[in-house]
């Protein structure tokens, strides 16, 4: 297919809701990066998948944040329990394998807004 | 935590103008990229520079980096009222993963 996709492309929820946010790879990219941005806090990273595995989760900022990635592709990032300073844009990329000089493209992202 | 820092935050230039943007990192890096990003949304990958190469090339885009000053530029040459967007550098840090640690971003308008 075409580039990263992610859905929805907006989503607003109401503090303490659950919400889960989706994110379509490129076919065939092995590694996928879920960031963040706010005005706050700018451009964060938050984790990265090398196949299913979760070798980095460090800039998930608590525990309400995880994710998961099945069959090597579609990952979906759940956070629990909503916030307002979860407000943000999700964005996610991938890159063909998880070394350092690949390229990583990106999806639209999902802009959260937290009532 | 920023590695990043750009300047200057802002800039604005006329068309057919050169726009030279700088990035200054605080640790060892393995490699350097420029992103840009139109209406908050999407990032779009630019050129990506090795920490041993000092310049390189990609159309109306000239990048240099100097690993004694840790410090990159991005040169726009001949800008288009298309390029108006925001522009983040990113990092790749020495012996850790892939992960980009971006700075806080350049907001660039070129005037038609």
């Known amino acids: 297919g075409a580039g990263v996709s992610q859905s929805p492309s907006n989503k607003v929820t109401e503090k303490g809701k659950d919400v889960e946010l989706r994110c379509d790879p490129i076919s065939g990219h092995t590694a996928l990066y879920w960031y963040r941005q706010s005005l706050g806090q700018g451009l964060e990273f938050l984790i990265y998948f090398q196949g299913n595995s979760a070798p980095d989760k460090s800039g998930l900022p608590s525990d309400r944040f995880s994710a998961e990635r099945t069959g090597g592709s579609v990952s979906t990032l759940t956070i629990q329990r909503t916030q307002q300073e979860d407000s943000a844009v999700y964005l996610c990329a991938s890159s063909l394998a998880s070394g350092q000089i690949y390229e990583q493209y990106f999806g639209p992202g999902t802009r959260l807004t937290v009532t | ?112």
């Open chain 2, 1 to 112: 935590s920023q590695q990043g820092e750009e300047d200057p935050q802002a800039l604005s230039i006329q068309e057919g103008e050169n726009a030279t943007m700088n990035c200054s990192y605080k640790t060892s890096i393995n490699n350097l990229q420029w992103y840009r990003q139109n209406s908050g949304r999407g990032l779009v990958h630019l050129i990506l520079i090795r920490s041993n190469e000092r310049e390189k090339h990609s159309g109306r885009l000239r990048v240099t980096l100097d690993t004694s000053k840790k410090s990159s530029s991005l040169l726009i040459t001949a800008s288009r009222a298309a390029d108006t967007a925001s522009y983040f550098c990113a990092t790749v840090l020495t012996g850790a993963n892939s992960k980009l640690t971006f700075g806080k971003g350049i907001t660039l308008s070129v005037r038609p």
